[in-house]
Nanobody, 127 residues
Framework: QVQLVESGGGLVQFGGSLRLSCAAS????????MGWFRQAPGKEREFVAA???????????YYAGSVKGRFTISRDNAKNTVYLQMNNLKPEDTAAYYC?????????????????WGQGTQVTVSS
C-alpha cells in the first residue's frame, strides 16, 4: 500500500526555520514527481512546491511565488524521502502542510494531477 507520512511541523517564531519531511512507503518514488501543498483555516489548499524526476527533462523544481527564495524542495532517493526546507518563516505561512505524489505527468502539473497524499503536518508561525 502506498503511504506518505509528513513530519517536522511545529511552532516557530517569525523569521525562524523548519524542515518538513515526507517519508514514502510501499513503493520507490525516485521516478515520480513530488509536491508540497498547504491549507490554512478557511482557505483552499494551495500549491507550494514541486520536484520532477531526472527521468524527465531534468530534476527541475517549481515554487509558488509566495515562497520562492525562502523554501527549497529536495529528495533523498536512498531514504525514499522528500523534504521542504522553510526559511525566513512568516505568519502567513501558518497552515497544514501536505506532501503528494503523482504517478505520471498530467495536464495541470505541478499545481494539480497528484494521486497520493499524506495526512499533513501543522506549521504555526508566531508574529
Amino acid at each position: 500500500q502506498v503511504q506518505l507520512v509528513e513530519s517536522g511541523g511545529g511552532l516557530v517564531q517569525f523569521g525562524g526555520s523548519l524542515r518538513l519531511s515526507c517519508a514514502a512507503s510501499g513503493w520507490t518514488f525516485s521516478a515520480y514527481p513530488m509536491g508540497w501543498f498547504r491549507q490554512a483555516p478557511g482557505k483552499e489548499r494551495e500549491f507550494v512546491a514541486a520536484l520532477q524526476p531526472m527521468s524527465w527533462s531534468g530534476g527541475i523544481s517549481y515554487y509558488a511565488g509566495s515562497v520562492k527564495g525562502r523554501f527549497t524542495i529536495s529528495r533523498d532517493n536512498a531514504k525514499n524521502t522528500v523534504y521542504l526546507q522553510m526559511n525566513n518563516l512568516k505568519p502567513e505561512d501558518t497552515a497544514a502542510y501536505y506532501c503528494a505524489a503523482a504517478l505520471s505527468k498530467t495536464t495541470g502539473w505541478p499545481t494539480a494531477g497528484y494521486d497520493y497524499w499524506g495526512q499533513g503536518t501543522q506549521v504555526t508561525v508566531s508574529s
